[in-house]
């Protein structure tokens, strides 16, 4: 489903600030495979992320999303196939615009005119009933404007936005880390329930380490731009925090140095 094949990307060539983001990156997807991404500060999670979204142009090697080659296709055509939702709960929607408004935008995807904005009643109800399966009363809200939604609330609408019409690719790029942790949990269901429900072929970008490692079926590290681990299966299920962090250590030859995983490592091994 999604290919990434020996994918480069530099920035400020030829200047003293020089910077490979990305180096030699490789990454298969099956359909359907739901892969966790860690990694340290400036490893290359959110910069192998705007790759496939076109925000950023590699310098060589090609991503390839179900056999079609869109290594250089423009982010807005991309993005009819590509969903992604973001740390800050302020982006990927309208804030000025109603939950039913911003709800039709990304529904006339499905269109074949583009931005089908006008509201009919089929849609408002295919609309209410998505909502009220999140069990947050935003169903009963849908004329108030995203601006004025908690969060949480807001990350709900975004991420049923991007799932409204399946995408062929799901990112989730740290979704739930600008939330408390009752709302984070709760976007973390809602998440793991559309993903199986529609079978989305998912890439999540996550800073808990202990999440990492629960969600999907595979786990995925960055360091300096290329993939240094890649587990699944039995091996992942047995692995702990500091098995982890033990591989991470002993492939890239230095200790994890992102305290925000640190200190979600500490606080997950008191819960245990």
Do not use: W
Not at 92 to 99: F, V
Not at 178 to 188: G, H
């Amino acid at each position: 489903m999604l290919d990434i094949e020996n994918v480069y990307l530099t920035f400020f060539k030829g200047t003293p600030n020089e910077h490979t983001a990305l180096d030699g990156l490789d990454l298969h997807l099956d359909e359907g495979e739901f892969v966790t991404v860690v990694g340290s500060n400036g490893a290359g999670k959110s910069t192998m992320f705007n790759a496939i979204c076109g925000t950023f142009m590699p310098d060589s090697g090609r991503i390839l999303l179900g056999g079609e080659d869109i290594t250089y296709v423009r982010d807005f055509k991309r993005a009819k196939s590509i969903g992604r939702v973001f740390q800050d709960p302020m982006k990927g929607t309208a804030p000025d615009l109603t939950i039913e408004e911003n709800l039709a935008l990304a529904y006339s995807r499905s269109r074949k005119k583009a931005l089908a904005f006008a509201l009919n009643k089929k849609d408002l109800d295919v609309f209410r009933t998505a909502l009220a399966q999140m069990n947050m009363g935003l169903e009963d809200r849908m004329k108030t404007k995203v601006g004025l939604l908690s969060g949480g609330q807001r990350q709900v609408v975004t991420l049923l936005m991007c799932t409204l019409v399946t995408p062929k690719l799901l990112l989730l790029d740290e979704h739930t880390a600008a939330l408390d942790p009752q709302t984070s949990d709760k976007i973390m269901k809602i998440t793991q329930d559309i993903v199986r429900e529609r079978n989305l072929t998912t890439l999540m970008i996550t800073h808990n380490l202990n999440s990492a490692l629960r969600t999907g079926s595979r786990t995925i590290m960055m360091d300096s731009g290329k993939i240094i681990l890649d587990v699944s299966g039995e091996q992942r299920d047995k692995m702990s925090l500091q098995d982890l962090l033990d591989m991470y250590s002993a492939k890239s030859s230095k200790v994890f140095d992102n305290d925000r995983m640190l200190l979600t490592k500490d606080r997950a091994d008191k819960q245990d």
